[in-house]
């Protein structure tokens, strides 16, 4: 079993839609969670970053943390053909090693 | 967050050779940066954490005599590909941490191809 598990999609969705990404793990060690966004051929962009559990809005995105179902998620309001890209989760633990998923190809069409 | 770059973009080399890639941060003093790499469909795999003015920190599996990494300013680390073979081809990017070790940026990437 991998440490983070990431539906790697494509999940295709119409513009405008609410977009739900999310990720599993089972170290409960992780206390870091941060959401990455890749374009094609791109060095990934830091989107959100969290500490422990609770919510964190950031303009249309909004990160979720559930450490006791060691379930975390990414919700995109009104989404754009723009978002289209790589979304890939990443946690760690205190000063330790950021541990990637697979990252889920998300697909918004116009 | 932090600012880097990696040059080259894209190269593209003949199996036996060696490259070199560098990761420049353009805003701050990087005593720490980190070497990815991303094989197609695949996510990010952290290769080793490069220290300045001391020898990387390598993740088990990476042969440290291949990857060679020199972290010889704080605003340059260098990941020298040597005798490179074509299962060396893959995207290499670099990371800055931001405020914490777990925060990180990552440079734009060089994608490798070994021919």
């Known amino acids: 079993q991998k440490e983070v598990e990431q539906d790697p999609g494509p999940l295709s969705v119409p513009e405008g839609a609410i977009v739900s990404l999310n990720c599993t793990y089972s170290n409960s060690a992780f206390q870091y969670f941060m959401w990455y966004r890749q374009y094609s051929r791109k060095g990934p962009e830091l989107l959100m970053y969290t500490y422990s559990s609770g919510n964190k809005e950031d303009g249309r995105f909004t990160a979720q943390v559930d450490k006791s179902s060691k379930y975390i998620s990414l919700f995109i309001r009104d989404s754009q053909p723009s978002d289209s890209a790589t979304y890939l989760c990443?946690?760690?633990?205190?000063?330790?090693?950021?541990?990637f998923g697979a990252g889920t190809i998300l697909r918004v069409k116009s | 967050g932090a600012v880097v770059s990696q040059h080259p973009s894209w190269v593209i080399c003949k199996s036996g050779t060696s490259v070199k890639i560098e990761c420049r941060s353009l805003d701050f003093q990087a005593t720490t940066m980190f070497w990815y790499r991303q094989f197609p469909k695949q996510s990010l795999m952290l290769m080793a954490t490069?220290?300045?003015?001391?020898?990387?920190?390598?993740e088990q599996g990476v042969e440290k005599d291949k990857f060679l990494i020199n972290h010889a300013s704080l605003t340059l680390s260098t990941l020298t590909v040597t005798s490179a073979h074509p299962e060396d081809s893959s995207f290499y990017i670099c990371a800055l941490p931001g405020t914490s070790l777990s925060e990180q940026y990552f440079g734009p990437g060089t994608r490798l191809t070994v021919t």
């Open positions: 490069s220290n300045e003015g001391s020898k990387a920190t390598y």
């Open positions: 990443a946690m760690s633990e205190y000063g330790n090693k950021l541990v």
